[in-house]
Nanobody, 115 residues
Framework: QVQLVESGGGLVQPGGSLNLSCAAS??????????LAWYRQAPGKQREWVAS???????DYAISAKGRFTISRDDAKNTVYLQMNSLKPEDTAVYYC???????WGQGTQVTVTS
């Protein structure tokens, strides 16, 4: 199973930006079924889907993320990114990446948006 490690979170003011990374232990996009998704979970709330990218490069976003977040790939580095712009306090959460060839959820990376 591929292992995923999230990084790039931090503390940022409203309107700021962060670029999250999901580093994989091996190639993720190896078949037409392959995909990578970002999820987030705020304290006391359920984990929610944020964005995804497929083997073909097609992307999709939650309504809350569309127009502000961009998911992308660097296959040479086995890494998927989530560029987050125009951040809002409601974006505060632990962010996780997930793929259909991966194992259990990892530790995620904390994003905190506050003044």
């Amino acid at each position: 199973q591929v292992q995923l490690v999230e990084s790039g979170g931090g503390l940022v003011q409203p309107g700021g930006s962060l670029n999250l990374s999901c580093a994989a232990s091996r190639a993720i996009f190896t078949s037409s079924f392959s995909f990578l998704a970002w999820y987030r979970q705020a304290p006391g709330k359920q984990r929610e889907w944020v964005a995804s990218i497929t083997n073909s490069g097609a992307t999709d976003y939650a309504i809350s993320a569309k127009g502000r977040f961009t998911i992308s790939r660097d296959d040479a580095k086995n890494t998927v990114y989530l560029q987050m712009n125009s951040l809002k306090p409601e974006d505060t959460a632990v962010y996780y990446c997930y793929c259909n060839a991966g194992g259990p959820w990892g530790q995620g990376t904390q994003v905190t948006v506050t003044s």
